[in-house]
C-alpha cells in the first residue's frame, strides 16, 4: 500500500476506456500532434494525448515573453481544455521514455506502459549546442515557459545589478546582452532587448543610462536570416543596426562561460548570453532504433510511418522528410500542422478501409520575422515585403492563429500598450533568486 495517500500509479492509465475502439496515442500536444487530433474528430478512435507538459504552446511569440512583452499565459493553453469537447479525447501528463514496438506500449517516466494501436509521435525538437552541452549554463536557449522566463529573468537581473554597481567593467559586462544565431528567433531578440534598453526601461533607473546597453548578435554565417532572399536580410541588418544591435557576421562561436562569449579568437565579456542556433530532434528515432539525420531526425516513409512499422507515424519538427522541391519541409509551425492532418488522413483512410489519400505534399505560405516595432520582414517567395506593411501583417497573422478571443484580445491590448507607451507589462522576475546570474566569487 502507497504511505503517501496517493492511489498506487497504474500499470495501464488507459485500462478503464472501452476496448472496441481503435487507440491512437498522440505523443506531443505541440502544433503537428494537436492538428492530428483536430483532424481525427469523427473517426471511431479512441485518443490518448501525452505530453511532458499540461500545455500547447505557441512557440513563435515564445521570445515575447523572453523580452517581458507578453505574458506566459497568453502564448500557451493547457491541452486538457483545448480538448474538453472531444469525450474521445484523453489527456495525460507524462514523459514518454521509450516505446516498445512488437508489445506495441509506449513507456513512461513512473514505469507504467500506454498500449497503442496506431501511435503518433510528435515531439518536437530543442536547442542543440552542436556537441557542447557545457555551454548550456551560459548561454540560455529558446523552447519552452520556463527557457523564456529564464531568459527574462536574467535580462531584467542583469540590469537591476548594473543599477547597482560600481566598477565600471563589471557594468559593461552586465550591460551587454549577447545572442548566438541570427535565424528570425536572433533577429527577434536582438531587436526586442534593444528596444526594452532604449525604450521601455530608459525612464524607469537612476544611476545606469540603459541606452547604452550593448545588444550583439553573433552569427557564425555570413548574413542574418539565412533563409530570406538577400535583400529582406540587408533590410533586416540594416534594421537592427539602426535598433542600436551590434551584427557580428562570418563569427562561430567557440567557448561561452559565465564571463563571456569567445569568437573571432577575442573574448566579450557579457553576463547574458542567448543561444539560438542550433536544434536537436527529440530522441524519437532512439526510442524506436530507427535511422536518423545529423540532426537526429527519424527519417519517415512518405506516408510519415516508419519503416517497417505501418502502425507508427512521426511528424514535425522530430523527423526530415523531402519537399516538393527535393529540400528537406523546413522545421516550422505550418509544416507540422499540415503532417499532423496528413497523419489523421492516413489513418480514417486506413480504418473506413479506403485508399490511402494521395501523397502529401507541403505547402510553404512564406516566411515572416519581425526586427522591432513597425519592421519585419516577410518572404511569400515572388512577393517580398518589408517595414510598417510587412510588421502589420506579421502582427494580424500572428493574432490569427493564436487559440481563443481572450489571447487575441490580450496579445493586442499587450502590443498596443507597447507601441503606445513603450511599456512592457510583463516586466517581472520570477523564480531563482535575486542574486542569481552573480558570479560566484568576487562579487
Ligand atoms: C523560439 C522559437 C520560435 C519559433 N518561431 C517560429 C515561427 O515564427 N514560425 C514558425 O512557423 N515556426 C516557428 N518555430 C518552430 C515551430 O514552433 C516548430 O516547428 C513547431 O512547434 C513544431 O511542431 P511539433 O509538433 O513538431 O513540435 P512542438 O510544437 O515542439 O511540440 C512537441 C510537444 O511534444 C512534447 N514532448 C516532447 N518530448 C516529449 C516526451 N518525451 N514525452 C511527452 N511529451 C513530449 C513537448 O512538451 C511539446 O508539447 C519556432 C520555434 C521556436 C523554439
Redesign the pocket.
Known sequence: MPTDGQPPARSDPDASRPRDRHRVVV???????LSAVERLKGAPVSVTV????NH??F??L??QVATASLATSEIAWPIRALVRHRPEVTTLL???TGVDKNARRVLLDDGSTLPYDTLVL????RHAYFGHDEWEPFAQG??TLEDATTIRRRILLAFERAEREDDPAREAALLTFVIVGAG??GVELAGTIAELAQDTLAPDFRHIDTQKARVVLIEAGPRVLAGYADSLSDYTQRSLEQLGVEVELNQPVSDCTADGVVYGGKTLNARTIIWAAGVRA?PAAEWLGAPADRAGRLMVNPDFTMPGHPDIFA????VTIAGPDGKPVP??????KQEGRYVAGVIKARLAGERPPAPFHYKHAGS?AQIGKRRAVIDFGRIKLRGALAWWIWGIAHIYFLIGVRSRLSVAISWLWIHARNQRTARLITQGQANEGRKPTSD
Not at 501525452?50 to 507538459?53: E, G, T
Not at 511528424?315 to 522530430?318: A, C, F, L, N
Not at 522545421?331 to 507540422?336: E, K, N
Open positions: 505523443v506531443g500536444g505541440g502544433f503537428g500532434g501525452v505530453d511532458q507538459r500547447h504552446l512557440q513563435p515564445l521570445y507524462a514523459t514518454v510528435a515531439t518536437g525538437a529558446l523552447k528570425p528567433t527529440s511528424i514535425g519538427d522530430t522545421g516550422i509551425a505550418p509544416a507540422a515572416l
